[in-house]
């Protein structure tokens, strides 16, 4: 294990208006045992010459940091996952290059880590978007693992607000599946948190969440992103079918089903298939933890409304754009 004790891991791909400042926090850190992972992903812009520039006025942190580049160009899941391998500490924190974090972010996440002898700690989130508008985001931890989990199913999986203990990841051989390139949060952070014992929380948000960078990885509702998440709910419906204590975590499967559908609804695609997607959730609408805009949506499938339907979903998008 390194001397270190905290890997930061950070994926790289067309973030070149965008890495400088997220390279700043990082070495800015109040924090110093820390070893920096960046993994390029093939990135065709500036994004490594501005990164190395940046490290240059750094010397303090040179001799902790290593930029690892992918043969090709293999997606988000395969760039993380090769970061994790990659990776040493006791524990990981995942950054992505077009965020930035507060300077004491990994003071305070591991000291928290330490002193509750946590499996992951959480931390509350700024959403900041192109108009340079920022609002907090706290709905992200409970005591409670089932709800924990039903927290990332709902609305909050992502990796970077999260410290995790690294041998969960290896103990268990959690493996982030190459080629699911959206929705590989969702995929995995549940898992982890299912074979977690410990958890805490930093109530202080200190992550930047930046929601402008149309290059990212997740900019864009896809056919690939589609495909992605159905391919993840079938993944989870399996892992949690197989587990012992499966019956803890079936109505809140119902739930990440009524979301992800509501979602691929909400995003225009309201052919046939997708109305009539996961009927098991019909009866169950009224019951799930769901807002009120996500329920209109799933009872209007379910009555087969489809005009209504798209209606709906065409206001939707149209406040969204405007925003």
């Not at 001397?3 to 997220?22: D, F, M, R």
């Not at 988000?76 to 930035?100: G, K, M, N, P």
């Not at 909400?266 to 997708?274: A, V």
Request: aromatic share 10%; hydrophobic share 40%.
């Amino acid at each position: 294990m390194s001397e270190n004790k905290v890997s930061v891991l950070v994926p790289i791909y067309g973030v070149e208006s965008y890495i400088e400042k997220c390279a700043q926090t990082l070495f800015s850190q109040t924090f110093t045992d820390i070893e920096y992972i960046f993994v390029d992903d093939c990135t065709k812009d500036e994004s490594i010459k501005k990164l190395k520039t940046i490290i240059a006025k750094y010397p303090d942190r040179n001799n902790s940091i290593r930029i690892i580049t992918n043969e090709t160009n293999k997606g988000v899941a395969a760039t993380r996952q090769t970061a994790i391998d990659a990776a040493t500490c006791e524990y990981i924190l995942f950054v992505d290059s077009d965020d930035y974090i507060e300077k004491n972010m990994v003071e305070l996440l591991y000291n928290k880590a330490i002193e509750t002898s946590a499996d992951i700690v959480f931390c509350p989130f700024y959403i900041e978007n192109k108009s340079h508008n920022s609002k907090i985001f706290d709905d992200i931890y409970s005591e409670d693992k089932v709800e924990l989990i039903n927290i990332c199913f709902k609305s909050q999986p992502a990796f970077w607000n999260k410290m995790i203990r690294r041998q969960i990841i290896v103990k268990n051989n959690i493996k982030i599946p190459a080629g699911i390139n959206y929705g590989e949060d969702l995929l995995v952070v549940p898992k982890i948190i299912y074979h977690s014992d410990r958890f805490a929380l930093v109530p202080k948000p200190l992550y930047h969440y930046i929601q402008n960078n149309t290059d990212s990885y997740t900019s864009k509702f896809s056919e690939k992103s589609l495909e992605d998440t159905l391919n993840v709910i079938e993944n989870l419906q399996v892992f949690f079918e197989n587990l012992p204590d499966y019956q803890k975590y079936k109505k809140i499967l119902l739930t990440l089903k009524a979301v992800r559908k509501a979602k691929i609804l909400r995003s225009g695609r309201i052919e046939k298939l997708y109305i009539e997607l996961f009927p098991e959730i019909n009866s169950k609408i009224y019951k799930l933890d769901l807002d009120l805009k996500t329920k209109i949506i799933l009872l209007l499938a379910a009555a087969k409304q489809r005009i209504l339907l798209q209606y709906f979903v065409k206001i939707l998008l149209r406040n969204t754009s405007q925003k």
